[in-house]
C-alpha cells in the first residue's frame, strides 16, 4: 500500500512537471508566431505585487501624515493652557468683549457652562469695577489621552486698585491654582474643563 501512494505521487509529480513544460512550450510558440506578447506570467504578477506594495505603502504614509498633523505636543498643550488661563483669570469691567475672548477659547463642557453664566459674570465684573493683570507662573502637563490634555496651571492674579471699588479686605494678589483639560476643536486648542484646586 505505501508502495501504491509514492507511486502515485510520483506519477502526478511527473505529470504536473510535463504539463508545466508543455504550458511554456506552448506559450513559446504562440509568442513564435506573434499571437502572443513575450511578457510571461510571473513578469504579470511581479508587476500587481508591486502595484499592490506601492498602493498599500500609499496608504500607511498618508496615515502617518494625518496622525502627525494632529499631534500635539507637550509644550502645544501647556501654551494654549497658559494663554486660555491668563484671559480667565484678567476680568476687566472695560473691556466689553471679555466674555467673547473666553468662550472663543473653550468647548464641551466649559463651554456650555461659561455660556450659561456669562451675563452674571460680565454683570459681577461691571458692579465691582473689577481689573485684574494675571500672569502664569508655571504649567505642566499632568497626564494625556489621544489629543486631549490634563494641564495643571500657576498663576499669579493683581487686582488693580485704582479701580475697582475699596474693600480693605480684599487682597491685592491672588495665587491660583488650576487643573484645565486642554482639547482640539475648530483647528485649535481650547478649554474643555476648568477645575481650581485648594
Known sequence: MPSQSSELLSADRSARRELAEAVDELH?????????????RVWWIAVVGGVVVAVALAAVMVTAWVRASNHYTDADFESAAAERVSVLLSPNHRDPQQVRRILSGATGAFYDEFAQSADAYTAFVRAHGTVTHSSVDGTGVAGRADDT???????????????AKPDPRAEAVRRFRLRVLVTPADGELKLAAVQYLP
Open 28 to 40: 513559446a510558440a504562440e509568442i513564435a508566431a506573434g499571437t502572443r506578447s513575450p511578457v510571461s
Open 149 to 163: 490634555a490634563s494641564v495643571l496651571v500657576a498663576a499669579t492674579v493683581t487686582f488693580d486698585r485704582a479701580s
